[in-house]
């Protein structure tokens, strides 16, 4: 490190207790850290964390990270604070190929016993490789824990379900199947008996075909059924 990068780097560290100090007296410094996590989850359930791979030629290819509502953690201080302390913030899993198990992890530590939201499938998976084994695992592992379960690509809803599925799922409380192709769940008893989790209240289905005289939803407040046959 050259002098003036030196310089430069203590006259950064320098300025941070002036602009801690500019953004403590701001109106939206003086919000309670209960309503700072209040807006901050409105974020994170509208801007999730993404990631966009291009393959170029030559077999080049190029990774963007969207960082989505993690960029709050980066605003200041005092808002990386309220955010890593909300165990709520970090509830929302994706389990994701591309972001890979570190990022799952990292998730779950954070979002300590509250319950989940397992996200499993669409863009944030490989579309044509088979998930490694520890996304297997990751979910069954942590399915008990869900309180919310979104599968979006057909081909997990038997490999990462168990024999003992019902037990897992007893406080699943909505369930999001979406397809991007139509998709009949006939002849898949556990997909059957992930879809008739005796708490569930909203059901989801897209691109899917069922035997819905089979059903028995006694909490049930909301049903959306598109693209599907009954």
């Not at 379900?161 to 769940?185: A, M, P």
Request: include cysteine; hydrophobic fraction near 40%.
């Amino acid at each position: 490190v050259n002098s003036r990068t030196a310089q430069e780097m203590r006259a950064a560290r320098l300025a941070i207790p002036g602009r801690s100090r500019t953004n403590g007296v701001q109106p939206v410094s003086r919000l309670p850290s209960e309503v700072l996590s209040y807006i901050f989850r409105l974020c994170a359930l509208d801007s999730r964390p993404s990631i966009a791979i291009y393959r170029h030629a030559l077999d080049l290819t190029c990774r963007k990270l969207g960082s989505g509502w993690l960029d709050l953690t980066q605003v200041c201080r005092a808002w990386r604070s309220v955010a890593l302390s909300y165990q709520g913030l970090w509830s929302c899993i994706n389990v994701s190929t591309r972001m890979g198990e570190a990022w799952a992890r990292r998730f779950l530590i954070r979002s300590g016993a509250t319950p989940l939201h397992m996200v499993i499938g669409g863009s944030l998976m490989n579309q044509y490789d088979d998930y490694p084994a520890w996304t297997k695992s990751f979910i069954q592992n942590n399915l008990q824990r869900a309180r919310q379960l979104t599968i979006e690509r057909f081909a997990y809803l038997e490999d990462i379900l168990l024999d003992d599925i019902v037990s897992r799922v007893t406080g699943l409380q909505s369930l999001s199947l979406s397809f991007s192709g139509h998709r009949d769940i006939n002849g898949h008893p556990r997909a059957g008996e992930l879809i008739s989790a005796p708490s569930l209240r909203n059901v989801q289905l897209r691109n899917l075909s069922c035997d819905f005289s089979t059903l028995s939803w006694p909490n049930l407040i909301k049903l959306s059924v598109v693209h599907a046959q009954v």
